[in-house]
């Protein structure tokens, strides 16, 4: 069975920095593609950004461009999403997700909130 742990988020000021990770168990990592998706409440699920399965390719969300970065170490099975110059707009509960025959998979979410 596919698990998706994880961790990072919290309490952080406008301006500020956050890292995220997303450990995967139960699939052969470096093969899937990996997305970072955001949810706030009365709003759809919002992707974030997305990394290839090596790494070499990601996307991201209008608002996401130029502040976040997603990377991934396949040896660690582990996705991250660095957040910088953070807003108070960017307050949600982030989930990781991945896609494994056909079947959607999802993080557990976290929070992260931007707030003076």
């Known amino acids: 069975q596919v698990h998706l742990v994880q961790s990072g988020g919290g309490f952080v000021q406008p301006g500020g920095s956050l890292r995220l990770s997303c450990t995967a168990s139960g699939l052969t990592f470096s093969y899937y593609a990996m997305s970072w998706y955001r949810e706030t409440p009365g709003k759809e699920r919002e992707l974030v950004a997305r990394?290839?399965?090596?790494?070499?390719?990601?996307n991201y969300g209008d608002s996401m461009k130029g502040r976040f970065t997603a990377s991934r170490d396949n040896a660690k099975n582990t996705v991250y999403l660095q957040m910088d110059s953070l807003e108070p707009e960017d307050t949600a509960v982030y989930y990781c997700n991945t896609r494994v025959f056909g079947v959607q998979v999802w993080g557990q979410g976290t929070q992260v909130t931007v707030s003076s």
């Open positions: 990394i290839t399965s090596t790494g070499g390719s990601t």
